[in-house]
């Protein structure tokens, strides 16, 4: 995929991205929405009007400034966590949304894309489709060099290939979409010694071969990997051994702007400039990157210790947006958050690469029940009281980001306890002892466990206001482990099917691939509650099938699932997100439009003084 999927602070919680289900690149969170593109930018002027909204921000998303470059200079980025970064640098192993962050400031990646998230020609590689024989070529289009100066070959391309397909390798990116390049199962398992469905034709152009060709391929779907990783660097060190080598923690060799210069793990990194970089040197000559508590980063910024940070909490936008030594940009987030169902358990020995195994008598397998807990939740209300507009209700599992493929007259779920109640009562969740609190089918005590996350100092009372809401219809939800969980032991239990888990709240980075394959099909990881039917699977492929080359055929078959998915309540989005980018006023060529996001051109960024302004 081309840009980084993830899992992410829980929804209903801070806004740091986390847990990256996809590769930076990769297809299997291929899912959810390529971002609507933004074609006009809004002005300064618009900077603090109230008016901003999840689906329409009105905030600029380009820094102005006609200041004076200094040469050379250090700009500071705070990595906003709570949290030590886990430090896998390598974009075929790395889990975790901060490590992605990290890693934006020396990417791999080989194709761009356009405002829709759809591969150009204007990257290090362009990619040609033969959807008749269900074929690409990926061509390197440039003499581009490794950050040691070694050059980048077609070897580079398919080692990625081989990481993510080796019997060794214990990562989440061999999915059901990996395995649509042809051999890509053979070799896994270990009966092939290479994958037979890519082929080096020269040093700088790769065919592979697959068994479809879907509209996904043009957003790095069906199983296309967009990135490179140095071949001439890594083999040497056995698959298994590369997620804790110095290779990857310590001394990446990369693609990026810049290449990374010092590490103190969990804590900080050091980066310098790439003089290898194929857009040319960048301007500045430092960038260092400090972890910085959610809680602490508006009074960073404030007092000038920092340019920019990976995140902004939403809640805290009112500390932010009258200063005078930043500018406040907005986009709508490639995310949104949800509530999801735990409905079975994930099989690791299933099929070619694990399955997701539905239990019939999951205690949350019940539609209405579902449903029931959807309609309870007053998502309005939080919205309104603790985002300042900047979170709206989600009407739909493809976030407004997509603008191709969101479909505005869905309606999806709204804040209506009586017909909450009335579900329930259709289901039989019945307050037999006059409690107040519903029992279940059978009459007996029923307690829901919700898994939350802890993040921001507003966690809690937005989670305590939801356990209310479900209460004043009767259900009683209490909290795993009695408390919000930190964010890396959350998504351990959560992806390890937690028998103590009955719900959770979480929030999806999607990438750019709106394909919902990779986050809800049978063979996804991902696909964390568990959801699987025939109708779902055939909704699924019917979306990137080939006669969803057609753009209203796709539309009509994203409409079809989304109806689908909304009946079964398996997943309910909650919010549709802004993200809210405060910048230091002596940062240069700063631009958040998806179109031109400047973290694929962090060689022209430049500062207008030697320290952020105060």
Not at 159 to 167: K, N, R, V
Not at 375 to 388: L, P, T
Not at 594 to 599: E, I, K, L, P, Q
Request: glycine share 8%.
């Amino acid at each position: 995929m081309m840009k980084k999927k993830g899992l992410m602070l829980s929804s209903v919680f801070a806004t740091a991205l986390v847990l990256a289900a996809c590769g930076g690149d990769d297809t299997e969170t291929a899912t959810e929405k390529p971002v609507d593109k933004k074609e006009d930018t809004t002005t300064e002027e618009n900077k603090n009007d109230g008016a901003t909204t999840a689906e329409s921000p009105t905030l600029p998303e380009e820094v102005t400034n006609d200041g004076e470059a200094i040469q050379g200079g250090t700009l500071k980025f705070a990595l906003v966590t709570d949290s030590p970064f886990s430090g896998v640098l390598l974009a075929e192993l790395y889990e975790n949304g901060y490590d992605a962050d990290i890693m934006d400031f020396m990417t791999n990646s080989i194709f761009a894309t356009d405002g829709d998230f759809l591969i150009t020609d204007e990257g290090i590689a362009k990619l040609d489709v033969d959807a008749d024989n269900n074929k690409v070529t990926i061509t390197i289009q440039h003499d581009v060099k490794w950050s040691d100066g070694t050059p980048l070959t077609a070897d580079d391309i398919i080692y990625s290939y081989e990481i993510i397909g080796h019997p060794d390798y214990t990562g989440i990116r061999y999915d059901a979409d990996f395995q649509n390049i042809i051999g890509a199962a053979e070799y896994k398992s270990g009966k092939a010694d290479t994958i037979s469905g890519i082929k080096k034709i020269d040093d700088k152009t790769v065919e592979i071969s697959m068994t479809k060709v879907s509209p996904a391929i043009y957003s790095g779907g069906d199983g296309l990997w967009s990135t490179a990783a140095p071949k001439h660097y890594l083999e040497t060190t056995p698959i298994k051994d590369l997620i804790s080598s110095p290779q990857v923690r310590k001394a990446p060799v990369t693609l990026g702007a810049f290449k990374l210069d010092k590490l103190i793990d969990g804590e900080s990194v050091q980066f310098v400039a790439n003089e290898h970089y194929w857009k040319g040197k960048p301007k500045l000559d430092k960038v260092v990157l400090q972890v910085v508590p959610s809680a602490s980063i508006g009074e960073a910024l404030r007092t000038g210790q920092y340019d920019m940070a990976s995140s902004y909490p939403t809640n805290q936008y009112d500390g932010v947006k009258d200063l005078e030594n930043l500018t406040v940009l907005a986009r709508p987030e490639l995310a949104y958050s949800y509530i999801g169902f735990k409905l079975g358990k994930w099989d690791a020995a299933a099929g070619d690469a694990g399955l997701n195994i539905m239990d019939e008598n999951a205690k949350m397998n019940d539609a209405k029940l579902r449903q029931a807990v959807a309609y309870a939740m007053d998502i309005e209300q939080v919205g309104e009281r603790f985002y300042q507009g900047l979170r709206s209700r989600a009407t739909s599992l493809i976030p407004p980001a997509f603008a191709s493929f969101h479909d505005n007259s869905l309606e999806g779920y709204n804040y209506d306890p009586e017909k909450a109640k009335a579900l329930l009562d259709e289901a039989g969740y019945k307050d037999v002892d006059g409690d107040g609190i519903r029992e279940d089918k059978n009459g007996e005590k029923f307690a829901i466990r919700l898994a939350g996350m802890s993040g921001s100092d507003t966690d809690e009372a937005i989670v305590e206001y939801y356990r209310q809401n479900w209460k004043d219809v009767g259900l009683d939800v209490q909290l795993t482990t009695g408390r919000l969980i930190e964010f890396n032991s959350f998504y351990d239990k959560v992806k390890a099917d937690d028998p103590e888990i009955d719900m959770f709240m979480a929030a999806w980075g999607t990438g750019t691939n709106p394909s919902p394959l990779g986050l809800y099909g049978e063979g996804s990881a991902f696909n964390y509650s568990r959801f699987v039917t025939p109708e779902l699977q055939t909704l699924l492929a019917d979306i990137d099938s080939k006669e969803a080359i057609d753009s209203g055929y796709r539309a009509d078959a994203f409409r079809k699932w989304e109806e689908y998915m909304f009946e079964q309540a398996s997943t309910v989005p909650m919010y549709f997100r802004t993200e809210i980018i405060p910048v230091n006023k002596r940062v240069k060529h700063y631009n958040v439009n998806y179109a031109n996001d400047s973290m694929d051109n962090l060689h022209l960024l430049e500062v207008t003084a030697e320290d952020p302004i105060k």
